[in-house]
C-alpha cells in the first residue's frame, strides 16, 4: 500500500491533507522523515506527528449527539463527543461530518478515512434530513424559495434545492443536499427567521436509531456502511 492512501486509511485525512502532513515533514516511517507518498507500506512503522499510525478492521458508528458536545477531537471549552464512548473505542475515531454544539441527533463516527469523505463529499450531494423548531411561524413562499435555492450572505453560489416538508407553524422537517457552514440556521435567517432547535435525523439512506437515548451510540450495521458508496 502507498503511503498516501495508508495515511487517509489510518487518520481519516484527505488525499490532499495527507501530501501536506507528508510536505511539512510530520511524516516519518521506521524513524526516517518521509516527504513522498508514492512508497510502499508493509511491516514499517509509521508515526504522523510522533502519533504510530496502524491499519486495523474500520469501525463505523453511529451516535446519538446530546446538546453541550462538540464535533471534534479535542476542544478546550465544550466536552468532545469522542468522550461519550469508551477510551479505548474512542482512539482513532473522526467525526464523519459535524454538528454544532448546540444541535442534536444523528453522528457518524469513523476511523475509514475514504468512507468519510465519500460521505462528506460535495460532489456526492449526500440528502440530510434534519428537525427544526422556529422561532416564528414559517412564512408563505419558504418551501419554495428552498427548493429554487438561496444565495446565502457571503456566498457566492446559491444553496443546492432543499426540501421542506411543514409539520406545524413552527416546526418542520429539511434535507439538504450540501453542508455550509451553519446551513439551516442560515437559511432561515435569509428568510427572517431563527432556528431555536435543530435535531438531525438522517444521512443519506442512514436512519438515527430511536433506540439510542441521547449519549448512545451503536455499530453501523453492513448495509449502512455499504449505503455510502
Not at 492512501?5 to 524513524?31: D, H, I, P, Y
Request: contains cysteine; aromatic residues 4%.
Amino acid at each position: 500500500m502507498r503511503l498516501d492512501r495508508f495515511l487517509c486509511e489510518t487518520t481519516g485525512l484527505t488525499r490532499s491533507l495527507a501530501k501536506k502532513a507528508l510536505a511539512r515533514g510530520e511524516v516519518t516511517v521506521n524513524g526516517e522523515r518521509v516527504k513522498k507518498g508514492d512508497i510502499k507500506i508493509g511491516e514499517q512503522q509509521v508515526h504522523l506527528d510522533g502519533r504510530l499510525l496502524s491499519l486495523q478492521a474500520p469501525r463505523y458508528l453511529m451516535l446519538h449527539k446530546p446538546p453541550g458536545y462538540i464535533s471534534a477531537t479535542q476542544d478546550e471549552v465544550h466536552p468532545c463527543v469522542l468522550q461519550l464512548l469508551p477510551p479505548a473505542l474512542a482512539s482513532g475515531l473522526q467525526c464523519a461530518g459535524r454538528l454544532d454544539v448546540d444541535t442534536t441527533g444523528l453522528l457518524l463516527l469513523t476511523d475509514d478515512g475514504q468512507w468519510s469523505h465519500r460521505l462528506r463529499s460535495p460532489r456526492r450531494a449526500c440528502p440530510k434530513t434534519y428537525r427544526v423548531d422556529l422561532a416564528e411561524p414559517l412564512a408563505a413562499g419558504t418551501a419554495e424559495r428552498f427548493a429554487e435555492g438561496l444565495l446565502l450572505n457571503g456566498e457566492d453560489r446559491a444553496t443546492l434545492p432543499a426540501t421542506l416538508e411543514v409539520l406545524s407553524p413552527t416546526h418542520v422537517l429539511l434535507t439538504i443536499q450540501e453542508g455550509k457552514y451553519h446551513q439551516v440556521k442560515r437559511m432561515f435567517a435569509a428568510v427572517g427567521n431563527r432556528v431555536t432547535a435543530l435535531h438531525r435525523l438522517r444521512i443519506g439512506d442512514i436512519v438515527l436509531d430511536n433506540a439510542l437515548a441521547e449519549g448512545e451510540w451503536r455499530p453501523l450495521t453492513p448495509e449502512e456502511v455499504a449505503s455510502i458508496t
